[in-house]
Nanobody, 124 residues
Framework: QAQLVESGGGLVQTGSSLRLSCVIS??????MGWFRQAPGKERSFVAA????????HYSDSVRDRFTISRDNAQNTVWLQMNSLKPEDTAVYYC???????????????????WGQGTQVTVSS
């Protein structure tokens, strides 16, 4: 099965930026997505990107602040997070859609494998 490793999380102040990375083993040419989960909350959609980076999707809460990108030669997907708010505090997870069913890009069941997550904490 695919293995994914997220990194780049940390503790930052409101208004600052972070860049999260997700490295996937094996083939990297699959749709990918970022989700997040705050304490006591369900895992929710953040952003998604097509296999070649040509199409991206964002949740309304992060649009114009976050940017998802990829480099398949490096087996890596990034999530650039700007203008961070306390509401962005969560564990961020990277998922891969090895079945290429991009119609479910905003749902957990649209992805087959997940990384261990990386903690993002935004203080006021």
């Amino acid at each position: 099965q695919a293995q994914l490793v997220e990194s780049g999380g940390g503790l930052v102040q409101t208004g600052s930026s972070l860049r999260l990375s997700c490295v996937i083993s094996g083939r990297a040419t699959y749709p990918m997505g970022w989700f997040r989960q705050a304490p006591g909350k369900e895992r929710s959609f953040v952003a998604a990107i097509s296999w070649n980076g040509g199409v991206t999707h964002y949740s309304d809460s992060v649009r114009d602040r976050f940017t998802i990108s990829r480099d398949n030669a490096q087996n890596t997907v990034w999530l650039q997070m700007n203008s961070l708010k306390p509401e962005d505090t969560a564990v961020y997870y990277c998922g891969v859609d090895v079945k290429r069913s991009g119609s479910n890009y905003a749902a957990e069941w649209g992805y087959d494998y997940w990384g261990q997550g990386t903690q993002v904490t935004v203080s006021s």
